[in-house]
Each structure stands twice: as C-alpha cells, then as structure tokens.
C-alpha cells in the first residue's frame, strides 16, 4: 500500500484513448474553465424578488451527473450555512417546502422527468425556484413562471461531464443572497486547483493512469469521509460505472465501520481477486476518521488485490474536493482506455429513458 505518487508535466498531452466519440477526455480537460464560466454566467443572473424573500430550507433537486451538484452543495454548506440543505432525488418534494424555500433545480438537458416534476411542484408550493439547466422543459417552466435560469453551455455532451457549469451556481447564489460567505473566494480557490491538477494528470506520467493501471480489470470500492470526500467517493464511483462500465462501490468513514467491514469476514479468496480498495483522503480529516481509515486497511489488505491512497491537495475543503474530482474522472477515463471502451455514450441509460417515454 503506497501513496499514488505525483510529477508535475512540462506540457499537456493530447488524449491517449483509443476511443472516445464524445470527446470526454476534452471535456473531463476542461473543467477548470468550465467552473470558471459557470461563475461568470452566475454573476450576470438576475435574482429579482428572491434577493428580498426570507429563506429559512434550501432543497436541491437532480439526478445522475446533474443531482450530485446538490450534494456538493448540501456537503460544502452544512458546517456555514444558518438553514438547512435538503437533497431530492426523486419526483416528490418534502412536505416543508413553501414561500420561505429556495429551490435550486438542476438538469442538463432541462428534461430529466423527476426533476421537471418536482420544480413543477415546488413553483406550485410557492417556493422561490432557481433553475440551472441547458433548456429543454425546466429553462421553459422557470421562463413562464419568471424564475431566474443559469443556462448550462448546450455542448456538453453528458450531463456527468458538467460538474463545474452545474455544481458552481447554486453556491454563487446562495452568497449572494447572504446565506453563503465565502463560496466566491473558495470557488476561485477551487479552479486554481484545478487547473494545476489537470495539467498533472495530462502530462507524461500522470497519477490517474497509474491508479487506473493499480485497479486493472477489477472492480474499484471507493472510501471516503464525512462531507466533500464522501461526495467525491460518489462521484468516482458513478464515473467508473458510466465511463469506463465499470462496476464500483463506495461509502464512507466512520458508517462503514458500523457494517461494511463485518462483510469482509468470508470469501476473501474472491474479493482478492475482484476489488480494490481505493482511499480518498484530505488535509482537514478529523483525527479519530484517519485511525478508523488505518484499521480498515490493515483489516482488508489480506482480502483485496490492492489499497490505492489518493490525497487531496488544495487551499480549503472546496478545492481539495475538485482535486479527487478531476483525478477520479481521469482515472476512469483511463480505465475506459485501458479495455478499448468508449467513455462518452451510455445506452442502457438511454434504452431506460426510452422505456420510460423520456428524453
């Protein structure tokens, strides 16, 4: 077990894979000037009467590559924020929401079904609604009713592939309305990491084709810790299943020691075979949630093909978040590459919307 080790590149280097007929790997590059973007747009918004509605609950709806910006958003402003954040990720709203909530409601493509449904509901409810979408339904809904829209770039090809257009405004937002301070300077903060990270990890020895090369042909399970790395710990994991196919697992410290581990008690010839224990670790981690991460490694080392350690770097919580981001949308990239898989197009996802009668 070892550190994944880190050399920075004199140059960027042009995509490596195989295959890649959505450009992924451009557009996986390009975050940092994707989140930089999606502040400029943010700024420009008019926000009207919201500016002087009194908000006691913030609720974020979405789902997939869209609905995780909520849960950056929930993880990044629980320990700042006076009102709670609730995540929705489904068609039916809390029964709390009414005039006092702000609703922020994000799709990619403005036609996720749950989400067109619950942003229906909360505007019915008389919730103050914020959409941030590339069109379709929820831009439409939100224009008739006169809520304010932060329009996603219509280019990107997947939603998982818009993490900084649609993660980023809702916090802008919430500064601005007083309810978040701080968020522009760590925002800042965060795509300064970023584009220090990416120029690493397309460079020549980059560190995400290294932790992809550790977890080969097995399945990654993904360790995070309270808050943002346990967002992130959900991110690599759903980048594995959609890029590279990929089955893969996470959760978080200290939950997992109150019942995952017990699940490693037999069948440790087949789990040494078929998983690797991937860590992801940072500079704020609570003391008592780093011993818990080392016995869980000396438990399992016996009973995995690997343990791979990534550790955040970044100035605050925010950038150091964004920094296992674009290492695990790399990782997964190359993953993808390393089996000739195409990252970009996800039929069986599109073959359940079309069973659905969605788009």
Known sequence: ??????????????????????????????LPEQAAAAAATTADVQLGQIESRPITNVVALGMGGSGISGDVLAAFAAPAMAVPVTVVKSYDLPGFVGPDSLVFAVSCSGNTEETVAAATAAMEAGAAVVAVTGGGQLARLAEDAGAPVVHVPGDIPQPRAALGAMAVPPLLVLERLGLLAGAGAAVGRAIDQLSRRRDRLTGARSPAEEVARRIGRTSPLIHGSPGLTGVAAQRWKTQVNENAKCPAFYSAQPELCHNEIAGWGVNGDVTRQTLTLVTLRHDDEDSRIARRFALVEDLVLEIVADIVEVRAEGDGVLAQFFDLVITGDFVSLHMAGQQGVDPGPVPVLTEIKEALGGS
């Open 1 to 30: 077990m070892s550190p994944v080790g880190e050399e920075r590149p004199t140059s960027r280097a042009l995509s490596p894979l195989p295959v890649d007929s959505l450009s992924m790997w451009e557009m996986t590059a390009g």
